[in-house]
């Protein structure tokens, strides 16, 4: 399944990497631009 999390603190990349271990394909979107690269 494709998921994308919005907002990448401390919640959103926590769940984005559960998401992406269990098999998902994750894209996280913040607007925070240092955040996401």
Same mark, same amino acid.
């Given at each position: 399944?494709? $998921?994308? =999390?919005?907002?990448?603190?401390? =919640?959103?990349?926590?769940? /984005? /990497? =559960?998401? /992406? @271990?269990?098999? @998902?394909?994750?894209?996280? /979107?913040? $607007?925070?631009?240092?955040? $996401?690269?």
């Amino acid at each position: 399944m494709r $998921i994308t =999390v919005l907002g990448s603190g401390y =919640v959103g990349l926590t769940q /984005a /990497a =559960v998401l /992406a @271990h269990v098999g @998902h394909q994750v894209v996280c /979107a913040d $607007i925070d631009q240092p955040r $996401i690269e």
